[in-house]
């Protein structure tokens, strides 16, 4: 669930279809997945949330930290290619240089207990 829990944190755009989120992450070939991931949030915060998915261990909601790791491989040269790849702007830009943004990210970005609550609290729906 974490593709409504990012939309209900206006993370990512309602556009984006939970089919598009899956395939980012479980391994599906990058030339394969034509639809993107629109962020709605600062390019800082993507970052962020890319390299705190890398630190846990996801579970539940389809996902499991076999098809993240395979996914997302450790090497950054790997994981940067997949958020340029995987991930536009508002304006549908591709989200470039996140490798830079992120060896100058000294603190938390704005907003990053978003994140952190997404990734590590458990799902409850809003009634």
């Given amino acids: 669930m974490y ?7 206006k993370c990512i755009s309602n556009e984006t279809s939970w089919v ?15 639809k993107k991931i629109q962020w709605i949030r600062s390019k800082n915060l993507c970052v962020y949330f890319i390299c705190q998915l890398l630190k ?23 994981y940067w290619n997949k ?8 304006k549908g830009k591709p989200m470039l ?17 978003i994140i952190d609550s997404i990734l590590t609290k458990p799902y409850t729906k809003k009634k």
């Fill in 3 to 9: 593709c409504v829990r990012l939309k209900e944190q």
């Fill in 20 to 34: 598009t989120f899956y395939d980012a992450f479980t391994g599906k070939p990058l030339k394969e997945i034509i």
């Fill in 56 to 78: 846990i261990r996801i579970v539940g909601d389809g996902f499991d930290l076999d098809q993240v790791e395979h996914s997302i491989e450790s090497e950054e040269e790997h």
């Fill in 83 to 90: 958020l340029e790849n995987l991930f536009v702007d508002t």
């Fill in 97 to 113: 240089y996140g490798d830079k943004i992120k060896s100058k990210m000294y603190i938390l970005p704005q907003h990053s207990t």
